[in-house]
């Protein structure tokens, strides 16, 4: 697949402080006449901001492909978001393996100096991340979710995991499986680990953090809820319930990652918008906490919880349709564009 630029970049409203890049593939056609194909079903995300181009932006790292080659390919972003360097050679086109390989920044940034660049507009975005060993999830994690329930702060956190494949990317289709008809949004930070965590104190916790991207924690509320027993299991791993993307950032960009914007709209209409300051349990807090009984590995995602505004605590209650479009975003980070697909 080919793709055309239809805009350089967009400016940011008062919740952003940088600008993004977008793009539209040639011959696609609008979002409303797509296929409902999972895989990127949004091929036209003009107006879509991607990411931050502010000086210190250079490690975002993005999984892709091309039109030509199917094959997974591992890149970092130019500056001003309109690049990709491809460095997929050194670490098998794998996030998870540079990860694993400790490779510093500065080697990184040497490469990427080596590196051929392929327009943005060129490549296809895959999530970020692939084939983690573990989703580790933390529930009423915000205080303003706590609230909408008439839940009380929780006083440790309330972990459960979602499978891998949930995993898909930045602008593919979520499916509204058929044995469900109440799928909800919750738009997440996620923490990338970035080295094995075991019996890890507060203190130095942040150590153990590679970056950040955008998630999606699409739920199957009657299944979370009423059904199989109460277990979140199946309510949260059905298939492409968990959007990630655009790129993960590295920590090193992100100054403050309890001071960051977040917010969902679906259909344009917004939803949810909140501040990672409003997090009952940091995520230091976290890391110290899993890994006194469970090992955390490179690559595994923590997602951090969800604001105020899901749907299931509408009044009335609110659920996804298919052809709805979630948008997600987080301040730095990105934003990710996801339309409801039908089950097939």
Request: charged content about 20%; aromatic content about 6%; glycine content about 8%.
């Amino acid at each position: 697949m080919n793709f055309i630029r239809t805009r350089s970049s967009v400016l940011l409203g008062s919740i952003h402080r940088s600008s993004y890049s977008c793009f539209t593939p040639v011959g696609s056609t609008s979002i409303s006449n797509r296929s409902t194909d999972n895989k990127q079903s949004l091929p036209n995300i003009c107006s879509v901001r991607l990411f931050s181009n502010s000086p210190s932006s250079r490690m975002k790292f993005v999984q892709f492909n091309t039109g030509s080659d199917s094959k997974q390919r591992l890149g970092v972003l130019s500056s001003d978001g309109t690049k990709v360097a491809d460095i997929s050679n050194s670490f098998s086109g794998d996030l998870i393996t540079l990860i694993k390989s400790g490779t510093s920044l500065d080697a990184v940034k040497a490469k990427v100096e080596k590196a051929s660049n392929i327009p943005l507009a060129d490549v296809r975005l895959l999530s970020p991340v692939t084939n983690p060993q573990k989703i580790l999830c933390v529930g009423l994690n915000y205080r303003g979710h706590c609230e909408e329930q008439n839940k009380p702060i929780p006083k440790e956190p309330m972990f459960f995991s979602k499978y891998a494949s949930t995993i898909v990317g930045p602008f593919d289709g979520v499916i509204a499986h058929s044995i469900t008809d109440q799928i909800d949004w919750e738009v997440e930070l996620a923490v990338i680990i970035g080295k094995e965590a075991k019996h890890v104190s507060r203190a130095n916790a942040m150590d153990y953090v590679f970056g950040y991207t955008v998630a999606q924690d699409i739920s199957a509320r009657d299944w979370q809820k009423t059904r199989n027993g109460g277990q979140f299991l199946i309510g949260k791993s059905m298939d492409t319930f968990c959007p990630l993307g655009p790129a993960v950032v590295h920590k090193s960009v992100v100054s403050d990652p309890y001071n960051l914007v977040i917010k969902c709209s679906v259909n344009g209409v917004e939803k949810q918008k909140g501040n990672t300051n409003e997090l009952v349990f940091r995520i230091d807090d976290i890391i110290e906490r899993a890994t006194q009984s469970i090992t955390l590995v490179p690559g595994d995602v923590i997602l951090t919880g969800t604001p105020a505004g899901v749907g299931m605590h509408r009044n009335p209650p609110e659920f996804l349709k298919v052809g709805d479009v979630i948008d997600s975003e987080i301040e730095t980070i990105g934003q990710i564009k996801n339309k409801v697909t039908a089950d097939q």
